[in-house]
């Protein structure tokens, strides 16, 4: 469902937040917690276009502004033609936040070169076309917000995960170096690291895997969707008006 509901008025007084992979895990826990607080959420996807109408159904309720709208965040042409669709049919851009995320472990010497290029494409070059999708909107009205979701793995370097890691990474760098260029603009963006948490990608480990790794968290649990959406939500908000370039983790304190 590419089309921005046609009953929906240009200028309304809700927010209008993008939330990029946001069908399922994650963030479709970051689209409830923004509905949750009157948002408009369009509900970006890839391939999960059943998930994404049901959530779109669920959030109705809450803002029957809420739409869901395919496009790669790896093509830069669809990521500037849902951005220029959203503006023009609900009136301005309010939340950009970057979640859309591939993940392909292995070890580097084995790694097939496609694998690092794909993870890099998804999870790095898909924030680059978003953000400059999106940008002309927010600088225009002067007011944005940015949250991009990075990793544990950024800073910890996890096995396994060289491509992951060096993706994520360059998410916090670019995060900083966009809050310090778009500050002027009165648009801030900060970076959100999770570690271990209930997602699709944590329950297909082994469970002797997922119980060593649950061992080394001192919180001894893995974390939940709805406490990193929360910390989206928050960032998001006015509450966080002076607050800008910092990455917040949500590891359970690893």
Not at 66 to 93: F, P
Request: net charge neutral; proline share 3%; glycine share 8%.
């Amino acid at each position: 469902m590419n089309e921005v509901n046609e009953t929906a008025a240009v200028n309304h007084s809700c927010e209008v937040a993008v939330v990029t992979g946001g069908s399922r895990g994650i963030g479709a826990a970051i689209c409830r917690a923004l509905a949750m607080e009157g948002c408009a959420v369009v509900i970006n996807y890839n391939s999960s276009a059943d998930k994404a109408e049901a959530l779109r159904e669920e959030l109705s309720a809450m803002n029957p502004y809420s739409i869901a709208y395919r496009a790669e965040n790896t093509n830069l042409s669809q990521m500037k033609k849902m951005m220029d669709d959203v503006a023009s049919r609900l009136g301005r851009i309010d939340i950009l936040v970057n979640n859309a995320g591939l993940a392909r472990d292995g070890l580097l010497m084995l790694m097939p070169e496609k694998d690092w290029t794909d993870v890099i494409d998804v999870n790095l070059k898909g924030v680059f076309n978003a953000a400059k999708s999106v940008l002309p909107h927010m600088i225009a009205q002067r007011h944005g917000v940015m949250v991009n979701i990075s990793s544990l793995s950024a800073t910890e370097g996890l096995p396994g995960q060289a491509n992951y890691a060096a993706a994520k990474g360059g998410v916090i760098a670019l995060t900083r170096s966009l809050s310090k260029e778009l500050a002027q603009f009165g648009i801030r963006v900060n970076a959100v690291a999770p570690g271990l948490i209930e997602t699709d990608m944590l329950h297909s480990m082994k469970e002797a895997v997922r119980e060593d790794l649950r061992r080394n968290i001192p919180l001894k649990r893995f974390g939940r969707p709805e406490e990193v959406a929360a910390v989206v939500k928050f960032l998001a908000s006015g509450e966080a008006g002076y607050i800008t370039g910092e990455v917040i983790s949500v590891t359970g304190g690893l």
